[in-house]
């Protein structure tokens, strides 16, 4: 794959992942793409290069966030231009979180768990319960309800219960042939009993059944405890990003 090739499924990966997890407001300008859902996650809430090329131009792409009075987050992937985070930390910006785009192959060997429901919208149970372990504060509520309520179909919301308690979670957004996973939750108490590979696989039949033939995710570098299961899945490293944050946040 040459160069342009690979930035053009870099960005496409990037369309995905913003339509997977669609923020409130969103628009394009000057070759970036800004997201913004009332302080609610980073991801939905940041300044994102679409092209190599994309202006400098920090004072414009920021001004819609200090109309807002929320702090300008800057998501830098590699189609943001080069020297782009040089010229944030000489402003004072600091990197706060390492991330990693990966993506698997599908099949049909993956096999949904009776145990597993996944519904098309999400259940007043588990807006509570993602409300409660994600955590969520309460004035982001509203928000992460609309947030949720917008994700385009098919959309998969995987709830994994005992006895009426909520063990695990996850949501799954198909678009074409891309399945994208957010939010891998496993309560605390029923952690170590297979539960995330039990909740994503069945995530991953059922995107296969609706045309999905790849998955994708979006993990924190540091999360040790998720890499193991999804590398044995299949997820290989596409790109890295990197969050930058101004340093009066």
């Not at 940041?46 to 202006?55: Q, R, V």
């Not at 049909?108 to 007043?124: K, N």
């Not at 949501?171 to 952690?191: N, S, T, Y």
Request: proline share 9%; aromatic share 10%.
């Amino acid at each position: 794959m040459s160069p342009l090739q690979k930035l053009d499924e870099l960005r496409r990966l990037e369309r995905l992942a913003f339509r997977g997890w669609p923020a409130l407001e969103s628009q394009d300008l000057q070759g970036w793409h800004l997201r913004l859902s009332g302080g609610y996650t980073k991801r939905a809430n940041s300044i994102n290069a679409l092209e190599p090329h994309s202006s400098a131009d920090i004072e414009t792409l920021e001004a819609p966030f200090r109309e807002r009075h929320r702090p300008p987050v800057w998501r830098l992937t590699p189609l943001a231009p080069v020297g782009m985070a040089d010229l944030l930390k000489a402003r004072g910006y600091e990197p706060i979180e390492r991330s990693l785009v990966q993506r698997c192959p599908l099949h049909d060997g993956f096999r949904a768990d009776p145990a597993v429901e996944i519904s098309p919208s999400p259940a007043p149970s588990w807006i509570e319960a993602f409300a409660t372990h994600s955590p969520v504060r309460p004035e982001h509520s509203q928000t992460m309800e609309q947030m949720l309520r917008a994700i385009a179909q098919p959309a998969g919301f995987a709830f994994a219960q005992h006895e009426g308690r909520p063990m695990a979670m996850a949501i799954g957004a198909v678009e074409g042939d891309h399945m994208g996973l957010f939010d891998v939750l496993v309560m605390p108490e029923a952690r170590r009993q297979g539960l995330a590979r039990r909740v994503t696989e069945s995530l991953y039949a059922w995107a296969w059944a609706k045309g999905a033939r790849f998955a994708y995710l979006q993990v924190v570098a540091t999360n040790a405890a998720a890499m193991p299961l999804y590398a044995a899945q299949g997820f290989r490293t596409v790109y890295e990003y990197e969050y930058l944050i101004p340093p009066a946040s």
